[in-house]
């Protein structure tokens, strides 16, 4: 009898644990596989293999290879590499962002010399530079955002610079600070529709951001942002949201497919097709940009340099 209750216990525990599996795996969404137009071709060329041995004999830090961008072997072979400055943690923790979050580390005052060092030694003829938020500084990271475009110029003075800035919490008396160094191109990613932007930029604000660029041009800069696509956007919030930066006189838009980082991220909702992206370059074409870079493997600083042009 004790034999024949701990068999029929035993038999019990493994269909319930079959039936948890079973249920478990239905819940689980799967990721969707990655279409054959996001294949990334590995980097070559001359220009490409001489800069990546600069990279690594003098340890240099640029963003094309710590975040693996899919055009590194095409922008390094124009001239151009993205430095992020302020450190590698942000104050923010947005869903689509795979830079860690938390406490920043304290800030490198010697950081502007060393990237203007590193330019020069890549020989970039564009660089951009970006970084994380610091809403834990005072000045948000401004007064080391002015001295980097300083001493770049200073060491690189046929180097053009696009800034890619976070939006210093709509301080006006901060973003002056990039508009006094006055680099060619002032970049603040919108990331997304206004309706999924509290989801996938926790702490950021729609019309913050578009306040931002609208100051920006106000004063006299080139202005520039990027959106990700994928996200559970419709083709009719993209098209509101080019409208609006339409309104706030932006002059460069970059269009890419969002990828999910890791699996803690915000997963990937659509693959949008390349038909699709050559729509919104169509439509953003005939509302007047003067650049609109639009396809699955574009980031916010493909083709760049043309942009200072």
């Not at 869903?95 to 590193?118: H, I, L, N, Y």
């Amino acid at each position: 009898m004790v034999f024949n209750k701990y068999l029929n216990d035993f038999f019990v525990n493994l269909y319930s644990q079959k039936n948890k599996i079973m249920t478990e795996n239905v819940l689980l969404p799967e990721r969707q596989k990655k279409p054959n137009w996001l294949r990334v071709k590995l980097p070559v060329g001359k220009k490409y293999t001489e800069l990546r041995g600069l990279v690594d004999k003098y340890k240099l830090n640029t963003i094309c290879t710590s975040g693996s961008c899919p055009n590194m072997g095409e922008c390094w072979g124009e001239g151009t590499a993205t430095f992020m400055i302020l450190g590698n943690i942000c104050t923010r923790s947005c869903g689509f962002c795979g830079v860690k979050t938390g406490r920043p580390e304290s800030v490198e005052w010697d950081e502007p010399e060393k990237v203007a060092r590193s330019i020069k030694i890549m020989g970039i003829k564009h660089a951009v530079i970006t970084s994380v938020d610091r809403d834990d500084l005072k000045d948000g990271g401004s007064i080391i955002w002015a001295e980097t475009v300083e001493a770049i110029r200073r060491a690189n003075p046929n180097t053009t610079l696009e800034t890619l800035i976070p939006d210093f919490q709509g301080n006006t008396n901060q973003i002056d600070r990039i508009i006094e160094v006055h680099p060619e191109v002032v970049s603040h990613n919108m990331e997304t529709v206004r309706r999924l932007t509290r989801e996938v930029r926790i702490q950021a604000k729609y019309d913050r951001s578009l306040g931002v660029l609208k100051y920006l041009k106000e004063n006299g800069m080139r202005t520039k942002t990027g959106l990700m696509l994928g996200l559970g956007e419709t083709e009719s919030e993209v098209i509101e949201t080019m409208r609006d930066l339409q309104t706030v006189g932006l002059d460069v838009l970059t269009i890419g497919q969002y990828l999910q980082p890791t699996k803690n991220h915000l997963p990937v909702k659509e693959f949008i097709t390349p038909e699709q992206f050559k729509k919104y370059e169509t439509i953003g074409l005939e509302m007047g940009f003067m650049y609109v870079e639009s396809g699955a493997l574009v980031r916010s600083s493909y083709k760049a340099h043309k942009h200072a042009k």
